[in-house]
């Protein structure tokens, strides 16, 4: 005998506190499935209000160390709207082997941080304004990674 086998035969054990959920009766199966996803999602939920926790005491720094133990965090990567980009392909032809570049449509971000910081008037500024909106809000934090 296996332990799967002990483990289906016992019952399998709550996460949270320890108990033997029983695994006889098909209604135990179901009540047992239903907590677990439950804990699940509170794990979830409580993992996410920890990664938040991790970035803001970050304060936009790349790693967050405390007297032995060390996260990194990796900041998810920009997100653009693929239709806008693709408007801005279209519309203006002079600008977009500069500043876009064809993978899925995607903005040269190289060149893109300098135009942010840059002074225009014409279609260079209706570009920059429609570029800008063009960039998609994050909606996941970043990844933490628990290095020690």
């Known amino acids: 005998m296996n332990d799967l086998t002990l483990i289906l035969e016992d019952g399998v054990m709550d996460p949270m506190n320890g108990e033997i959920l029983p695994l006889t009766t098909n209604d135990q199966l179901v009540n047992t499935l239903d907590r677990l996803n439950q804990l699940a999602a509170m794990v979830a939920e409580a993992r ?37 980009l693709k408007d801005l392909w279209h519309r203006f032809p002079e600008l977009r ?22 002074s225009c008037d014409g279609d ?10 063009s960039e998609e809000e994050q909606t996941l934090p970043p990844t933490v990674t628990i290095e020690r």
């Open 124 to 133: 260079l500024s209706r570009f920059r304004m429609l570029l800008a909106v």
């Open 48 to 84: 996410k209000y920890v990664q938040i926790a991790i970035v803001d005491r970050a304060h936009g720094a790349s790693r967050l160390e405390g007297d032995t133990r060390c996260a990194r965090l990796t900041k998810q990567p920009r997100k653009w709207n693929q239709s806008r």
């Open 97 to 118: 082997e500069r500043f876009l570049r064809i993978a899925t449509l995607a903005p040269n971000l190289n060149e893109v941080k300098k135009l942010e910081n840059t």
